[in-house]
């Protein structure tokens, strides 16, 4: 759960800078998780984060970016 945490936090973090493009990114973790079940969910929580930044920065929210 840790990690998947830490996956949503790189794809806010990412989202805020972006300091790297969303393919290189997908090509690193393609190399890294050899599961397709963990690649997966990666990709979904890496989503998860660029769209809760997304939607914090357009909600006013005091918390976003």
């Given at each position: 759960a840790s990690?998947?945490?830490n996956i949503v936090m790189l794809g806010a973090?990412?989202?805020a800078t972006g300091i790297l493009?969303?393919?290189r990114v997908l090509s690193a973790l393609q190399r890294l998780v050899k599961n397709p079940r963990f690649?997966?969910?990666d990709v979904a929580?890496?989503?998860r984060g660029?769209?809760?930044?997304r939607q914090?920065?357009?909600d006013d929210s005091p918390w976003g970016v």
């Open positions: 990690k998947v945490a973090l990412l989202e493009e969303h393919d690649f997966e969910l929580a890496l989503a660029r769209e809760e930044l914090s920065q357009s």
